[in-house]
């Protein structure tokens, strides 16, 4: 029989984040995790218990999302049938409370509200990333993130797409082309191909060229 759609999913999270933070942990990368799209806390949340494993190396949270959906597209590379305004809305306080019913402790994680093109830019914290998960569907929106972690990149993080593979019938998937131009306006990094999981997601280990 085939497997539930939803249960598929779960499951590809668990063994990501697990295999990601044990990783990182064996290589002594120490850091922060930072999300940038967070509705429905499921990834935070998995995340977060795989981050516990072996120790954890203090790592923090960092829960960043609009908590009212997609923004207006900006870009002609923004289209896909569901990158629309509005869509995958969470409230912030479902989201907290979503996250309290799935164990995590407030102290555990920081969320940042509002769009990423209006708070990224003035946020201080955190300068240490072990993991980043950039799951905002849009390449604008995604530019926005890389223009954020660029000087904070480090040998040894993780840089992690969730849509990596989403695109139109007319457009290349957004977050795939943001993360080629991040790649070609910084020579002196390389990313290796780590690990894929669900069927639109993969993953990328940054080091120096």
Known sequence: ?????????????????????????????????????????????????????????????????????????????DEHPLWTSGNFAMSQKDFVAKCTRNGLPETGYTVVPGFFSETLSSLKNPTDIAMAFIDCDMYSSTIDVLTFLKPRLKHGMILAFDDYYCYSSEQPAGEKKAFDELKASMPEWTFIPYHSFHWAGTSFIVQRA
């Open 1 to 77: 029989m085939f497997p539930n759609y939803n249960d598929y999913v779960v499951e590809e999270y668990k063994r990501f984040f697990m295999s990601s933070f044990v990783m990182l942990g064996f290589n002594g990368i120490t850091g922060d995790y930072m999300e940038f799209g967070c509705c429905g806390a499921l990834t935070l949340s998995t995340a977060y218990y795989a981050s516990r494993y072996n120790g954890a190396l203090g790592r923090h949270l960092w829960a960043c999302d609009s908590f009212q959906g997609l923004p207006g597209a900006t870009s002609e590379f």
